[in-house]
C-alpha cells in the first residue's frame, strides 16, 4: 500500500519526463477511478498529457472518469486525431453518456472528427430521447444469419470478436438472411458444444425484440420475463439496430428512480414497496406535505388581510358592543376562509398524490408490483393516505384557528371569542375546512394510485401518463369536493342567520 501510494506520488514526475513506460505501469497498478482522484486537480495540459501517453484503449478510460469540465477542456486541447482516437476506444453507451453532459458545440467538435463509422453509431444513439430504449442501447453485438451452420457461425462470428472471447460474450442475435428481420437468439454454449455441420436454425431461441422507440420500462419487462443479460433493440423494420443490457436499464432506473422521489420530496426507502410498511411510507411522505400546508398559510393571511381591510372600510359590519362578530361578519369570515384555504387543500391533495404516483411509478418500473398486487397496492395506499389525511386535518384546524386569533387580535375583528354562538359557528367552519383535507387528500392518493396501474396495465409510460392526469383530475375533484362542503354549511348558516 505504502509502494502505491509512493507511485501516485511520482506519476506527475513521470508525465513531465515523458516516461512513457512507468505511466503505464502505473495505470495497470490502480483502478482507473483511485488513479482520477490523485490527478483530479492536475492542470489541463498535465492531464492531455498523460492521456497521450497512455494507450488508446486505456486513454478512453482514464477520460470517462473525468467530470464534464474536465472532460470539455481536455477536447479542447487535443487534436483532431486525438478525439477521434479516444472516442473509437469506447463503447457507444459510454460515449452517449459524455457527450450528453458536455456543451453542443463540443458534442459537435467530436462528431465533426470521428470517422463515419464511429459517427453513425454516435447518432443512432443521440437521436433518441432519454427515457426510449434507443437512447440507452450499445450499438455493439453479434449477429449471424438464419440458415448457416455451425462452423459458418464461428468463422462469422471471428469477422467480429476474437473468437477465444466467445465464452464470455452475451447471446448472439439472429437475423433473416433475406429480409434481414430479426428472429432471435442462439447462446455461445450453443456454438462451441454443437457439432460443425449442424446447422444454427434448431438452436435459435425466439424471443420479442423491443424498438429503439419503446420506453425503458419495456426493456426491463423483458430482461426479467425471459430472464436473459440482454435484449435485441430493432428498428420500425425489424432490423436488430443495438441492444439494451441489464446493468444500462438498472443504472438507468436507479438513477431516475432517486429523481423522481426527490423530486416528489419523499424519502427514499431502502426496500421493495411491498416490503415497506405503511407507518414507513406514512412517515416518509406526511413531512413534506405538513411543511407545505404551514407555508400555505400565507395565502390564508393574504386573502383575510384583504378581509380586515374590507371590514375597516365599513363593507362588513365587525365589532358589535358586545365585543362579538356580527352576523354577516360570521358569514363573511367563512367565505374568507373558502377561499383562502381552496388552493391549500388542492396543494395539500395534490402534493401527496404526486408522492404516492412517483413511489408506485418506481415500484412498477423496477418490477416490484406486478399485476397480481394491484388491490394490495390500493389498500395499502389507501391506509396510508388515512393517516396523512388525519395528521394533515389536525395542523389545518389548528392552523385555522391561530390564523384567526391573529386577525381576530390585530386584523380590527375584536374579541370575536366571546361570544359562545359566534365562537361555535367559527369552530364549525374550521371543522369542515379540516375534513375536507382529509377527504381530498384520501381522492388524491387514491388517484395517484390508480393512474400508474392503469400505465402499467395498458404499457404507457407511467412517469409520463400519471404526473399531467393526476394533477388536472385530482385539481378538478378536489375543489368540488372542498365547495361542495363548505357550500353545504354556508347556506344554512346564512339562512339560519337571516343574513341579506
Known amino acids: 500500500m505504502k509502494d502505491k501510494k509512493i507511485l501516485l506520488q511520482g506519476l506527475l514526475k513521470f508525465v513531465e519526463e515523458r516516461n512513457v513506460k512507468k ?13 482520477y482522484k490523485s490527478i483530479k486537480d492536475w492542470p489541463t495540459e498535465k492531464a492531455v498529457l498523460l492521456l497521450r501517453l497512455l494507450k488508446e484503449e486505456e486513454s478512453s478510460i482514464l477520460f470517462s472518469q473525468f467530470n464534464p469540465e474536465q472532460q470539455e477542456r481536455v477536447i479542447e ?33 467530436v462528431l465533426k472528427v470521428a470517422d463515419k463509422k464511429t459517427r453513425e453509431k454516435l447518432n443512432s444513439v443521440l437521436r433518441y430521447e432519454k427515457n426510449h430504449v434507443g437512447y440507452h442501447m450499445v450499438v455493439e ?30 447471446n448472439i442475435f439472429v437475423y433473416d438472411k433475406k429480409t434481414e428481420s430479426y428472429v432471435g437468439y442462439i ?27 419503446d420506453y425503458m420500462s419495456s426493456a426491463e419487462k423483458a430482461i426479467t420475463n425471459y430472464d436473459i443479460p440482454a435484449v435485441p433493440v430493432v428498428n420500425s423494420k425489424n432490423k436488430i439496430v443495438g441492444v439494451i443490457e441489464a446493468d444500462d436499464v438498472i443504472e438507468w432506473y436507479e438513477e431516475a428512480s432517486e429523481a423522481v422521489l426527490e423530486q416528489a420530496a419523499i424519502k427514499v426507502i431502502d426496500k421493495p414497496y411491498l416490503e415497506i410498511n405503511v407507518l414507513d411510507l406514512f412517515k416518509s411522505r406526511v413531512p413534506w406535505i405538513i411543511v407545505l400546508l404551514v407555508v400555505g398559510t400565507l395565502t390564508q393571511i393574504i386573502i383575510l388581510g384583504f378581509q380586515s381591510i374590507w371590514v375597516q372600510a365599513g363593507i362588513f359590519e365587525a365589532g ?32 401527496s398524490g404526486s408522492q404516492t404516483s412517483s413511489t408506485l411509478v418506481r415500484a412498477i418500473a423496477l418490477g416490484e408490483i406486478r399485476k397480481g398486487n394491484y388491490l394490495e397496492v390500493l389498500f395499502k395506499e389507501f391506509k396510508v393516505s388515512i393517516l396523512i389525511g388525519l395528521s394533515v386535518m ?20 375584536g374579541n370575536s371569542w366571546v361570544d359562545g354562538t359566534t365562537a361555535g359557528w367559527m369552530i364549525l367552519i374550521a371543522f369542515v375546512a379540516s375534513v375536507s383535507f382529509l377527504l381530498t387528500i384520501i381522492i388524491g392518493n387514491f388517484v395517484g394510485a ?51
Not at 78 to 101: N, R
Not at 329 to 344: H, K, P, Q, R
Open 187 to 213: 447462446t455461445p454454449s450453443d456454438i462451441i458444444s454443437n457439432s460443425n455441420d449442424e446447422l444454427i436454425d434448431g438452436n435459435v431461441t425466439k424471443i420479442k425484440a423491443i424498438k429503439t422507440s
Open 23 to 35: 505511466v503505464r505501469h502505473i495505470f495497470n497498478e490502480f483502478h482507473p477511478s483511485d488513479l
Open 394 to 413: 389536525i395542523a389545518a384546524f389548528i392552523r385555522i384557528i391561530i390564523v384567526w386569533l391573529f386577525f381576530g387580535y390585530f386584523g380590527g375583528f
Open 320 to 351: 358589535s358592543q358586545s365585543g362579538a362578530i356580527e352576523l354577516s361578519g360570521i358569514c363573511a369570515l367563512s367565505i374568507a376562509t373558502a377561499v383562502s384555504l381552496s388552493s391549500s387543500i388542492n396543494d395539500a391533495s395534490g402534493n
Open 450 to 500: 390508480v393512474l400508474p396501474i392503469i400505465a402499467d396495465k395498458y404499457k404507457i409510460d407511467g412517469a409520463i401518463f400519471s404526473g399531467p392526469v393526476q394533477t388536472t383530475v385530482v385539481d378538478i375533484i378536489t375543489i368540488l369536493v372542498y365547495f361542495s362542503l363548505t357550500t353545504a354549511i354556508f347556506v344554512p348558516l346564512t339562512e339560519i342567520l337571516n343574513v341579506k
Open 77 to 109: 486541447a487535443l487534436t483532431s486525431d486525438e478525439i477521434k482516437e479516444l472516442f473509437e476506444e469506447m463503447y457507444t453507451d459510454e460515449a452517449v453518456d459524455i457527450l450528453d453532459e458536455l456543451p453542443a458545440k463540443i458534442t459537435r467538435k
Open 141 to 170: 453485438y453479434i449477429a449471424i444469419p438464419l440458415g448457416i451452420t455451425i462452423k459458418e457461425a464461428k468463422n462469422l462470428i471471428a469477422k467480429q470478436i476474437n473468437i477465444e472471447e466467445l465464452e464470455i460474450v452475451g
